[in-house]
T-cell receptor, first 116, second 111 residues
Framework: DTGVSQNPRHKITKRGQNVTFRCDPI?????LYWYRQTLGQGPEFLTYFQNEAQLEKSRLLSDRFSAERPKGSFSTLEIQRTEQGDSAMYLC??????????????FGSGTRLTVV | QKEVEQNSGPLSVPEGAIASLNCTYS??????FFWYRQYSGKSPELIMF????GDKEDGRFTAQLNKASQYVSLLIRDSQPSDSATYLC???????????FGKGTKLSVIP
């Protein structure tokens, strides 16, 4: 499978707990993005990496959210002290430098987070 | 605040008809424009991109861009029931790699 892989597919957690999601991009893609999508809304940008450098962060990304991409390969998104408002689909996407303006992103299947 | 507006629908068309989906955007510096299809419970799938004024055709799909009017549209010819999905318009601004998405238009193709 050469697509964008996200794990887990579903996560149910209690309010106040920490959760971590993983994204494995398409192997030759050096750009990686995290988005969040709630029901009835389009995806909202969270953050962007080029290789291991985090180059853009949305104001939506509060201090409870942290993302890493060690060695420019897979990425993790951690949410600390989860709140019910964090319930959403978390989407990871990747692209190849020099083509994102033309070819757009390839999204993974997403991780659906439910905070109870 | 960069905004992308779409009619939420639902838009219902009979099988075989042309479906027309519209999108407006607020940022005049926007450079690239994308249409994604999203089936219920699935992630968005890129179907078209356009960055120059005019039309771009790919099979049954045609994307149209008018930067002066800040308007982009997607036409689906010979609509099929399998085209029933939510169609998301996305825009990339100058100097940024993030996409701003609209809320999507739900399309229903009636057999």
């Amino acid at each position: 499978d050469t697509g964008v892989s996200q794990n887990p597919r579903h996560k149910i957690t209690k309010r106040g707990q920490n959760v971590t999601f993983r994204c494995d991009p398409i192997s030759e893609h050096n750009r990686l993005y995290w988005y969040r999508q709630t029901l009835g809304q389009g995806p909202e940008f969270l953050t962007y990496f080029q290789n291991e450098a985090q180059l853009e962060k949305s104001r939506l990304l509060s201090d409870r959210f942290s993302a890493e991409r060690p060695k420019g390969s897979f990425s993790t998104l951690e949410i600390q002290r989860t709140e019910q408002g964090d319930s959403a689909m978390y989407l990871c996407a990747s692209s190849l430098a020099g083509y994102v303006g033309d070819y757009g992103y390839t999204f993974g299947s997403g991780t659906r987070l439910t905070v109870v | 605040q960069k905004e992308v507006e779409q009619n939420s629908g639902p838009l219902s068309v009979p099988e075989g008809a042309i479906a027309s989906l519209n999108c407006t955007y607020s940022d005049r510096g926007s450079q690239s424009f994308f249409w994604y299809r999203q089936y219920s419970g699935k992630s968005p799938e890129l179907i078209m991109f356009i960055y120059s004024n005019g039309d771009k055709e790919d099979g049954r799909f045609t994307a149209q861009l008018n930067k002066a009017s800040q308007y982009v549209s997607l036409l689906i010819r010979d609509s099929q029931p399998s085209d029933s999905a939510t169609y998301l318009c996305a825009v990339r601004g100058a100097g940024s790699y993030q996409l701003t998405f609209g809320k999507g238009t739900k399309l229903s193709v009636i057999p």
